[in-house]
């Protein structure tokens, strides 16, 4: 008769036990743990990476935090790397320590081939950015000029080669060009969102070419009057995936005002 009210207590506490063994373990200084993403920001001595469940992490770099880059094909070997690797897109795995709300990075290793994969996209980005930049003076500096006609050349995906409604479009803005004083065109060349930004920024410099040239040698307009075609890269309304209307040429008929005016 006396069993029974251990027997719930020991219920009780055993219950009492599975709630605790549940909770999360409260963070304290000194507690290490290991964060893996990619790098989405780099902010002074701060970068931020975002790991497989879209959660972001902020780590701070200190001088004691050790970089190392893995190489071979079983990315097993270990090579001493400088902070200076860590660009926005590297994948890395970060062995942190907590103190108070920071986690302070002990540790960083990222694999040598998603290094290299990471800079050419950094440097098709960084490129595009100067194209555009450039592209933007080269018009401001040519005055306030107006658009007087546009068109728009589609492309198959992953091609370069004018259609013959491209062509066709192309003769006509030619015909339009070749009848107004003092013009100008502007040629630019974009993709879709699929691939990397380095093949994109490429594939759109293909395209872009591909009209000037036929501007030039088919349509029989002044090589000095068609201003030398921008690859873009990613066209700003691609959206996600793929998207046929990305894929294109953009071609500009354009004129100084002031020169219009006179």
């Given at each position: 008769m006396t069993t029974e009210k251990p027997r719930k207590h020991l219920l009780l506490t055993a219950v009492f036990l599975a709630c605790l063994a549940s909770l999360p373990a409260l963070g304290a200084d000194g507690d290490t743990s290991t964060f893996e993403g990619l790098i989405t920001r780099i902010s002074g001595d701060t970068i931020t990476i975002k790991d497989s469940n879209n959660v972001e992490h902020a780590?701070?770099?200190?001088?004691?935090?050790?970089?190392?880059?893995?190489?071979?094909?079983?990315?097993?070997?270990?090579?001493?790397?400088?902070?200076t690797a860590l660009i926005p897109g590297l994948p890395i795995i970060a062995d942190v320590v907590e103190q108070g709300d920071a986690f302070n990075a002990t540790g960083i290793s990222f694999k040598s081939e998603q290094q290299r994969t990471a800079q050419q996209v950094q440097a098709g980005v960084e490129e595009t950015s100067m194209r555009t930049a450039e592209n933007t003076e080269r018009i401001e500096n040519f005055g306030t000029y107006e658009a007087l006609a546009t068109t728009e050349v589609l492309f198959d995906s992953g091609s370069a080669a004018i259609s013959d409604k491209g062509k066709a479009d192309l003769s006509a803005i030619a015909e339009k060009s070749?009848?107004?004083?003092?013009?100008?065109?502007?040629?630019?060349?974009?993709?879709?969102?699929?691939?990397?930004?380095?093949?994109?920024?490429?594939?759109?410099?293909?395209?872009?070419?591909?009209?000037?040239?036929?501007?030039?040698?088919?349509?029989?307009?002044?090589?000095?009057?068609?201003?030398e075609g921008d690859g873009m890269g990613v066209a700003a309304d691609a959206g996600s995936g793929s998207n046929a209307g990305a894929r294109k040429v953009v071609v500009r008929l354009v004129v100084d005002k002031g020169v219009q005016g006179d």
């Amino acid at each position: 008769m006396t069993t029974e009210k251990p027997r719930k207590h020991l219920l009780l506490t055993a219950v009492f036990l599975a709630c605790l063994a549940s909770l999360p373990a409260l963070g304290a200084d000194g507690d290490t743990s290991t964060f893996e993403g990619l790098i989405t920001r780099i902010s002074g001595d701060t970068i931020t990476i975002k790991d497989s469940n879209n959660v972001e992490h902020a780590i701070t770099l200190t001088p004691e935090t050790t970089y190392k880059k893995r190489v071979g094909l079983a990315a097993v070997r270990f090579e001493r790397a400088e902070r200076t690797a860590l660009i926005p897109g590297l994948p890395i795995i970060a062995d942190v320590v907590e103190q108070g709300d920071a986690f302070n990075a002990t540790g960083i290793s990222f694999k040598s081939e998603q290094q290299r994969t990471a800079q050419q996209v950094q440097a098709g980005v960084e490129e595009t950015s100067m194209r555009t930049a450039e592209n933007t003076e080269r018009i401001e500096n040519f005055g306030t000029y107006e658009a007087l006609a546009t068109t728009e050349v589609l492309f198959d995906s992953g091609s370069a080669a004018i259609s013959d409604k491209g062509k066709a479009d192309l003769s006509a803005i030619a015909e339009k060009s070749k009848q107004t004083k003092d013009y100008r065109v502007v040629v630019q060349g974009f993709t879709d969102s699929t691939g990397d930004a380095a093949a994109n920024q490429r594939l759109s410099d293909r395209r872009a070419q591909a009209v000037t040239t036929y501007l030039q040698q088919q349509a029989g307009l002044s090589p000095g009057r068609v201003m030398e075609g921008d690859g873009m890269g990613v066209a700003a309304d691609a959206g996600s995936g793929s998207n046929a209307g990305a894929r294109k040429v953009v071609v500009r008929l354009v004129v100084d005002k002031g020169v219009q005016g006179d």
